[in-house]
DNA sequence: CTAAACCCTACAGTTAACTCTAGGTCAAGA
DNA sequence: TCTTGACCTAGAGTTAACTGTAGGGTTTAG
């Protein structure tokens, strides 16, 4: 079965090797096997289980709770309905960055225009008599 | 005008006093005027200024970058190109976070899946003999 | 008039998530 | 054999963005 080095591994996942081996003194990659010497042998399956741990990281979820479901994972099926809780919240909490997301667009979008209209005119000035646009900022 | 005490527009803003002052001594914030006494005074329109902030920086933008952006506001029209364009890359980068976004929900829902299922037979054994699903994790 | 509840600055402390250094081991190529 | 490069650990350092403390001034309700 095909393995990786660290900084194999950590190329694929586009982190560090420095990271990795930070993810590994949190706890979050117990299961990282290594040869007699010492060094780890990172397998597929190990890199699918750092996938999901980036997913985990990019909803905002820090490292210590992330280790929680690792720890989880480890203690076998008595765990699944905490786990299966935490991907139901993990679900909302993304959903909800979701609408957030959409707003901020929604401003940025704004300010693409009034920039665009303020560049063409020259001067910010053109939006001076404007109602309910934003003056500055 | 109305105006509002550090402690008010930190409620409206969902933010705290300290983080106004240190958004404050970090130059975010220079047109917030004083009362004699040197009390900070806002105003409807540095509100407005701050929810843009709060924006810019729920875009993963660092507070150094708006301080860049918040100066090239306070030197007029001169920096409007530069403001049109940081606007510009403020979308794109948002837009990309989105779609990072979209595989973010897309994996964590294929894991509630999962769960939901193991949960309903008592063991996760009941995913072993899937061909491509994540086996742990 | 006084006491509580604000406000201020300067600066120290905290937290998360790395990031790097020092000092050492090990495996492969010239 | 020797040297180069990748690996290891322990632990110190960094960075961003707050967060809190100490010491002092001001405003307001009773």
């Known amino acids: 079965m095909k393995t990786y080095s660290i900084s194999e591994a950590a190329k694929y996942l586009d982190l560090t090797a420095y990271t990795l081996r930070y993810y590994d003194k949190e ?7 290594r040869t007699e ?15 999901m741990i980036e997913c985990l990281k990019s909803t905002g ?12 994972c480890s203690e ?10 935490m991907f139901l919240e993990r679900k909302a909490c ?14 940025i979008e ?8 303020a560049v063409e005119a020259g001067t910010e000035d053109i939006h001076k008599g404007a109602r309910l646009e934003f003056p500055e900022y």
């Open 27 to 33: 706890g979050l990659i117990p299961f990282v096997e």
């Open 76 to 85: 076998g099926d008595a765990t699944l309905q905490q786990r299966y809780d």
């Open 37 to 51: 010497s010492g060094t780890r042998r990172f397998k597929e399956k190990d890199l699918d289980a750092l996938r």
């Open 94 to 107: 993304v959903e909800a960055q979701l609408e957030e997301m959409k707003k901020t667009i929604e401003m």
């Open 110 to 117: 704004h300010k693409c225009r009034y920039y665009q209209t």
């Open 61 to 72: 979820m820090p490292i210590k709770e992330i280790k929680h479901f690792i720890d989880w």
